[in-house]
């Protein structure tokens, strides 16, 4: 199962995008990029997923370039609701082995 | 997205006696549902996926004797906290695979 790496933490401002690069250099080629958001004493919300090249939706877009080593979530004009934990996982999500395995997320505080 | 449910939302159990928590995937079946604990300030940390009609498969280091887990039906797994202790205080999360992995809202397990 492909490891990934985020940084700890990260501060914003109300209005700004905020862009949270995940590295996974191990990364197989049946692997899916997956980003979630936690909010204390919840369970993790799905963001977004994606395999190559961007992917948007309403909430975020995410960058993957050619190589697939790493990605990037990007979160257009955050509020200070958009303060949470962020991982990001790489996993089959459509074979057998579905399993995600969990590192320590990004901290991301929206100040006003 | 797809709907993930669990009850109870918290509980309190006094020590020796055993708990269940049940995950339910409400607009749309899983074959494959996950068990997860999380700790204060720490990662999810997966503990076993369920599998519909099957035995579940555990991680490495989870009693499966202590942890009970039945998924008897495409909408439903239950975790079954046997002999509880205050070790075993944690938030327990689980989610239900469609195309990707949707989460339950957590249960706050307090063993005193």
């Known amino acids: 199962l492909a490891k990934t790496t985020q940084p700890i933490s990260m501060d914003s401002y109300e209005g700004q995008e905020v862009n949270i690069t995940c590295s996974h250099n191990?990364?197989?080629?049946?692997?899916?990029i997956t980003w979630y958001q936690q909010f204390p004493s919840q369970g993790p919300r799905f963001i977004i997923q994606?395999?190559?090249?961007?992917v948007k939706n309403e909430v975020a877009s995410l960058f993957i370039p050619a190589d697939r080593k790493s990605s990037t979530l990007s979160l257009p004009r955050v509020s200070l609701s958009d303060t949470a934990v962020y991982y990001c996982?790489?996993?089959?999500?459509?074979?057998?082995?579905?399993?995600?395995?969990w590192g320590l997320g990004t901290s991301l505080a929206v100040n006003p | 997205g797809a709907v993930v449910s669990q009850h109870p939302s918290w509980v309190i159990c006094k020590s020796g006696t055993s708990v269940k928590i049940e995950c339910r995937s409400l607009?749309?079946?899983?074959?494959?549902m996950f068990w997860y604990r999380q700790f204060p300030k720490q990662s999810l940390m997966l503990m076993a996926t369920?599998?519909?009609?099957?035995?579940?498969?555990?991680e490495q280091g989870v009693e499966k004797d202590k942890f009970l887990i039945n998924h008897a039906s495409l909408t439903l797994s239950t975790l079954t906290v046997t002999s509880a202790h205050p070790e075993d205080s944690s938030f327990y999360i689980c989610?239900?695979?469609?195309?990707?992995?949707?989460f339950g809202p957590g249960t706050r397990l307090l063993v005193l």
């Open positions: 191990n990364i197989a080629t049946n692997d899916y």
């Open positions: 996982l790489v996993g089959d999500q459509a074979g057998n082995n579905r399993k995600l395995i």
């Open positions: 369920s599998n519909e009609g099957s035995k579940a498969t555990y």
């Open positions: 994606g395999y190559k090249t961007k």
């Open positions: 989610s239900a695979q469609e195309e990707t992995q949707y």
């Open positions: 607009d749309f079946q899983a074959t494959t």
